[in-house]
Every structure is written in C-alpha cells, then in structure tokens.
C-alpha cells in the first residue's frame, strides 16, 4: 500500500464503468494505491473540478480502454474507507459503446511508470478466481443483479492496523 500516495488525506469523487458484453465484464488490470499487487477493476476515475460525472466517465473509460461510451444510468455508489484514503465511487451501467478495446494510459504518468498494464473483457465465469475489486461486484455479478434498475449503495471499510 501506497501511504504516500496522492490520493490520500482526503475524499475522492470516482466514476467508473460497468461494460457487459457476452456474459463478460470489461475490466482494467491496474496498481492502486490500496494495495500491493495489481487488480482487476472496472475502468473509471477521478472526477476534475468543473466536469460531470458523465463527463468523468467517459473520458476516464477512454482514457484507459480507447471505447467511446453512451447511454449511462447509474447503478451502484459504493464508499470505500481504507485510512488514509477514501473515496466515493459512481458506478454506471454503459448501455452502448463503441470503438475497439485497447490498453490505455494514463496520462498523470509517464509511459515507463503507468499504472494500467491491461484492459479485457473478463468472462463472468472466471471473476471468483480473479483480484477484482471492489469485491461486491463479484456477489451482484453471480446473484444476476448487476443489471437490475435501481441504485443499491455499497460499503467498504478496511482497517490498516
């Protein structure tokens, strides 16, 4: 874990995307400051001064996978507590996207230190065995509840002592 890390020490607004296709899931293989080894997470992040949420999440999902989104709803907000750090995160169910998937970048960093080592469509089969976080999805995604309308608030709180 990063302690260093810029993103602690405060509340972070996140965005991310949940793109189905085929009984598959598009996830992002990335280091994150929470952990020590990388992790399969869906492909979203930091909302700037200034933008929208939308606008977060489809500059964020091109950003790291080069597809173009539309047609959004939100699905989950889920608060993650893990001090020093702490986010809120705005996951939305993409109805429609195109282009073709390609690792990304992210543009923070320089090419020899990025984060993202890989973008895929991750069969839904196969997730229990992988590091996918935040863990919850895994449970909605088996439960057949990933793409139920309405908004289900999620919590995580890891102790660091």
Not at 54 to 78: C, G, K, W
């Amino acid at each position: 874990m990063k302690t260093g890390s810029q993103y602690s020490g405060r509340v972070r607004l996140r965005t991310c995307g949940l793109l189905i296709q085929n009984e598959s899931i598009l996830l992002v293989k990335q280091n994150v400051p929470t952990m020590n080894e990388p992790v399969w997470i869906p492909p979203g992040g930091g909302v700037e001064l200034g933008e929208s949420l939308d606008e977060t999440l489809a500059r964020e999902v091109f950003e790291e996978t080069r597809l173009q989104i539309s047609d959004v709803r939100l699905r989950y907000i889920h608060e993650f507590i893990q001090p020093p750090f702490h986010a809120v995160e705005f996951y939305y169910i993409v109805n429609q996207f195109n282009g073709r998937l390609k690792t990304g970048s992210d543009p923070e960093r320089q090419k020899e230190n990025q984060d993202i080592l890989d973008a895929l469509f991750a069969p839904y089969k196969y997730l229990s065995g992988w590091n996918v976080h935040p863990r919850f999805l895994i449970e909605e995604i088996k439960n057949q509840r990933l793409e139920n309308h309405g908004i289900t608030r999620f919590r995580t709180v890891r102790n660091t002592t």
